[in-house]
Nanobody, 124 residues
Framework: QVELAESGGGLVQAGGSLRLSCAASGPTFSRYDMGWFRQAPGKERAFVGAITFGYSGSTTYTDSVKGRFTISRDNAKNTVYLQMNSLKPEDTAVYYC????????????????WGQGTQVTVSS
């Protein structure tokens, strides 16, 4: 069982930055691929990016955030991060982290565990 808790959301002006954190419980965090998703008002939850398990995780991102968002993980702290730079109003959403035993499950939006989400609002 893995429990995930996001933090770091808030209100920021366009062009600004935020760093989201996702703290995971459980001793097996390093064995999970971790992902970030977001859900804007009136839209379905969408994949943002993911990082593979292990200490040298590989990352992948949806096209709309490439070059602006960076995912990293600290397995010693059981935490995954989403650094968001050059934020745009269209980035406004509830952001969720997720854990999966298998990278494909994240790409299919079918992780094993979800966090509760944190609101990010970008003003124009």
């Amino acid at each position: 069982q893995v429990e995930l808790a996001e933090s770091g959301g808030g209100l920021v002006q366009a062009g600004g930055s935020l760093r989201l954190s996702c703290a995971a419980s459980g001793p097996t965090f390093s064995r999970y691929d971790m992902g970030w998703f977001r859900q804007a008002p009136g839209k379905e939850r969408a994949f943002v990016g993911a990082i593979t398990f292990g200490y040298s995780g590989s990352t992948t991102y949806t096209d709309s955030v490439k070059g602006r968002f960076t995912i990293s993980r600290d397995n010693a702290k059981n935490t995954v991060y989403l650094q968001m730079n050059s934020l745009k109003p269209e980035d406004t959403a509830v952001y969720y982290c997720a854990a999966a035993r298998g990278f494909a499950l994240l790409r299919q939006s079918k992780p094993d565990y979800w966090g509760q989400g944190t609101q990010v609002t970008v003003s124009s």
